[in-house]
């Protein structure tokens, strides 16, 4: 079954959001396998966005990531990639949907709440980053 790597960002935890998002998560019908809440070591906010390295937001996205703690989670489920980013909406909270949870609760690129693993090789690589062995529980509901 397809698992899926989510963070609720410093924001998301300071607003006291990771009930609504997590509930969010719980009756589309999602399986929760991880969740931790932790304080980001510079060198893990830095190799998770390793992509973004060269642009110039992100040593200000690396020092916000580390500045309180996030709630890092693995989702699981049929097709939960994609529809885990359905569910958070557009990157830039002011073109997300209303509806998402971007585009219910965002402004600012720089403040949007919630990553979310978009593709299944960087779910896999993020999962193994964030998460050790053994962390993650290997179970599907059968209700
Ligand atoms: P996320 O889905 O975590 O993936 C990369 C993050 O970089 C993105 O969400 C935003 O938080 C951040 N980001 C993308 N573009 C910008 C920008 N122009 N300014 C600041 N942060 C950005």
Do not use: C
């Amino acid at each position: 079954m397809e698992k899926t790597f989510i963070m609720i960002k410093p924001d998301g935890v300071q607003r006291g959001l990771v009930g609504e998002i997590i509930g969010r998560f719980e009756r589309k019908g999602f399986t929760l396998v991880a969740l931790k809440q932790l304080a980001v070591s510079r060198e893990l906010a830095e190799k998770h966005y390793d992509v973004h390295r060269d642009k110039p937001f992100f040593g200000g996205l690396v020092e916000f990531i580390i500045s309180s703690p996030v709630v890092a989670m693995v989702w699981q489920g049929e097709g939960a990639i994609a529809s885990a980013r359905k569910l958070i909406g557009a990157t830039n909270p002011l073109s997300a949907e209303p509806g998402t949870i971007r585009g219910d609760y965002g402004i600012t690129i720089g403040r949007n709440i919630i990553h979310g693993s978009d593709a299944p090789e960087t779910a896999q690589s993020e999962i193994a980053l964030w998460f050790g062995e053994g962390e993650v529980s290997e179970w599907e509901p059968t209700l």
